[in-house]
């Protein structure tokens, strides 16, 4: 199946710093989305990016599909950043696991004020 | 619209018990998707059902189980529960289930096996 990595596993800011976090995926992928989980387990959709660059605020995010990456910037970051960020690819149609959504570790990123 | 509810939202069981999860899709979505989350592990692909069809089924053990009605809510269903069956498990809807499209996650249900 497809691997997903992401990089750093943890991340310590001061409040308004910025920060970029990366993820690599092994595969050709149709879809990848950026999560937040909150301190309380809520996974929330950033970004559904599977190539170019989007913007959301102080969020942006840049697949580049055709070497396997994504990246995601936070600039001037707030406590209320804090959490773990996840990447995930959705597999081609086709397949045996279509529709499955393979996820990274995740990034633990801590803001302090 | 109302997102994506799931209950209970803790539970706790004693091994060789079953349990049945809930989870309320977005209202017009008809893909509902479930993960298991752990420490270890992290997230994992539970299945995925679409108009009441398991489309995709991750590489999980038999005793894990589930189905979804016709009104696109979906049950997971784990018997002979084992402590490391304790997890946070989430669901997730799209309105179609392809790849173009969003995935919603629920709030989870914390389940603990003693």
């Known amino acids: 199946g497809i691997q997903v990595e992401q990089s750093p596993p943890d991340l310590i800011l001061q409040e308004g710093a910025n920060s970029t976090l990366r993820c690599n995926f092994s595969d050709s992928v149709n879809n990848l989305q950026w999560f937040h989980q909150n301190p309380w387990g809520q996974l929330i959709n950033l970004f559904y990016i599977p190539s170019g660059t989007k913007q959301n605020g102080r969020l942006s995010a840049t697949t580049v599909a055709t070497e396997r990456y994504s990246l995601l910037y936070i600039s001037s970051s707030q406590t209320t950043d804090s959490g773990v960020y996840f990447c995930?690819?959705?597999?081609?149609?086709?397949?045996?696991?279509?529709?499955?959504?393979?996820f990274g570790q995740g990034t633990i990123l801590t803001v302090h004020p | 619209k109302a997102g994506v509810t799931q209950t209970p939202r803790y539970l706790i069981k004693t091994r060789g018990q079953q349990v049945t999860l809930s989870c309320s899709p977005i209202s017009g979505h008809r893909s509902v998707s479930w993960y298991q989350q752990t420490p270890g592990q992290g997230l994992q692909f539970l299945f995925e059902?679409?108009?009441?069809?398991?489309?995709n089924k991750g590489n999980f053990p038999g005793r894990f189980s589930g189905r979804q009605f016709s009104n696109s809510r979906s049950e997971m269903n784990v018997s002979t529960l084992e402590l490391g069956d304790s997890a946070l498990y989430l669901c997730?809807?799209?309105?179609?289930?392809?790849?173009?499209?969003?995935?919603?996650f629920g709030p989870g249900t914390r389940l603990t096996v003693l």
């Open positions: 995930a690819v959705e597999h081609p149609p086709g397949g045996t696991s279509y529709g499955k959504l393979t």
């Open positions: 997730a809807s799209s309105a179609t289930g392809d790849s173009t499209d969003t995935q919603y």
């Open positions: 059902y679409f108009s009441e069809t398991q489309r």
